[in-house]
């Protein structure tokens, strides 16, 4: 079965319905962080992972565990697990009864940069590629399957995570049980927000400036001032670029983004030369972003969709007043119920 579905309406559910609802149901939440190696063939890096379940969850299933990976420039961490309005996305999957990861790539967040990362931009090509990047998610999938002792889990990527995700699903469908691309990447047809153009160093420099300009794009002026509630991008801000100590002695303070996005884009996406193959993913999968998304425009979504053959009860859900950060506005909870009502689809 295929399914298609456009919500043009505003969030379901506002941010203070969805904490206290939340608050109100939900069991107390263990949180346990984890270094996982990333492997025998990149010897010194550490995976920074993170999880939460309810208190009372003893046994795991594949349909209720799942693993979330980050996009092209800010950690796992500080986005999924960022407490606004008292309640982080990660709680919140968390309290409807799931063991919810998230982990930071090499070079992102908590986890081990790669030693060209201390080095001057310049001096190296661009640092953590997409076939780096996915080591690092073989490794904690791997890592959780075992802990969990379960064949198979359900993967979340966000972004340039839709595209490390897609890959890692299409050439290692059995342990796969679900699969949801959060502002999925596709065949690029618009100039890409996260390449800064010309010669690409090993990573780039990125300021709360830039990152607030960006968030901006694409939005109607009428929404702009209300898109995001007071202090929720002040307090990311805060806390995602205090992950880089050598960032915050600059002026203006500053955060390290490996560069292997954007050297991606321009040998895969840009050019016309798909990542990996849709055709070969075989779980149910969801496509879901928000209608004024410039970094991963709609119609990248609506040329992806068909060409996942393989993926039984695939969907499209494309979400009306949000951006490519719709995990910080005021909508939020309409991203939150489209991917758990897929989710819970499998739990049941």
């Given at each position: 079965?295929?399914?298609?579905?456009?919500?043009?309406?505003?969030?379901?559910?506002?941010?203070?319905?969805?904490?206290?609802?939340?608050?109100?149901?939900?069991?107390?939440?263990?949180?346990?962080?984890?270094?996982?190696?990333?492997?025998?063939?990149?010897?010194?890096?550490?995976?920074?992972?993170?999880?939460?379940?309810?208190?009372?969850?003893?046994?795991?299933?594949?349909?209720?565990?799942?693993?979330?990976?980050?996009?092209?420039?800010?950690?796992?961490?500080?986005?999924?697990?960022?407490?606004?309005?008292?309640?982080?996305?990660?709680?919140?999957?968390a309290s409807r009864g799931f063991d919810v990861w998230c982990l930071d790539l090499r070079g992102f967040g908590r986890s081990t940069r790669p030693p060209e990362m201390s080095q001057p931009p310049e001096a190296n090509p661009p640092a953590v590629r997409g076939e780096?990047?996915?080591?690092?998610?073989?490794?904690?999938?791997?890592?959780?399957?075992?802990?969990?002792?379960?064949?198979?889990?359900?993967?979340?990527?966000?972004?340039?995570?839709?595209?490390?995700?897609?890959?890692?699903?299409?050439?290692?469908?059995?342990?796969?049980?679900?699969?949801?691309?959060?502002?999925?990447?596709?065949?690029?047809?618009?100039?890409?927000?996260?390449?800064?153009?010309?010669?690409?160093?090993?990573?780039?420099?990125?300021?709360?400036?830039?990152?607030?300009?960006?968030?901006?794009?694409?939005?109607?002026?009428?929404?702009?001032?209300?898109?995001?509630?007071?202090?929720?991008?002040?307090?990311?801000?805060?806390?995602?670029?205090?992950t880089d100590p050598e960032g915050q002695r600059r002026n203006p303070p500053a955060i390290r983004a490996p560069n292997g996005s954007p050297a991606d884009s321009r040998e895969y996406w840009a050019a016309g030369r798909p990542f990996y193959d849709p055709a070969k993913i075989t779980a149910p999968t969801l496509l879901v972003l928000g209608e004024w998304d410039q970094d991963t425009p709609p119609y990248m979504a609506q040329t992806l969709f068909p060409l996942l053959t393989a993926s039984p009860g695939k969907r499209l859900v494309l979400l009306g007043e949000g951006t490519h950060g719709m995990w910080m506005e005021r909508n939020r909870g309409a991203l939150f119920q489209a991917v758990q009502v897929f989710l819970e689809e499998s739990a049941a």
């Open positions: 079965m295929q399914r298609r579905a456009l919500l043009a309406t505003p969030a379901l559910v506002g941010p203070a319905m969805l904490t206290s609802t939340a608050q109100a149901q939900a069991p107390r939440i263990l949180t346990e962080e984890f270094m996982v190696p990333a492997g025998a063939d990149s010897p010194g890096i550490e995976i920074f992972v993170r999880n939460k379940r309810p208190e009372t969850m003893t046994a795991f299933t594949p349909g209720r565990t799942l693993i979330m990976v980050h996009g092209a420039t800010y950690p796992a961490h500080t986005a999924f697990d960022l407490p606004l309005g008292g309640l982080s996305w990660m709680d919140y999957i780096t990047a996915i080591l690092d998610i073989a490794a904690v999938s791997a890592f959780v399957r075992a802990r969990r002792s379960i064949p198979k889990c359900v993967h979340l990527g966000y972004s340039w995570g839709t595209a490390l995700i897609g890959r890692f699903a299409a050439d290692n469908a059995s342990v796969v049980e679900r699969l949801v691309l959060y502002a999925p990447v596709w065949l690029r047809q618009t100039p890409s927000l996260t390449d800064p153009g010309g010669q690409l160093g090993a990573y780039r420099w990125v300021t709360q400036e830039a990152a607030r300009a960006r968030r901006g794009a694409g939005v109607p002026e009428a929404a702009r001032a209300t898109l995001v509630p007071p202090g929720w991008f002040e307090h990311w801000a805060g806390v995602t670029w205090a």
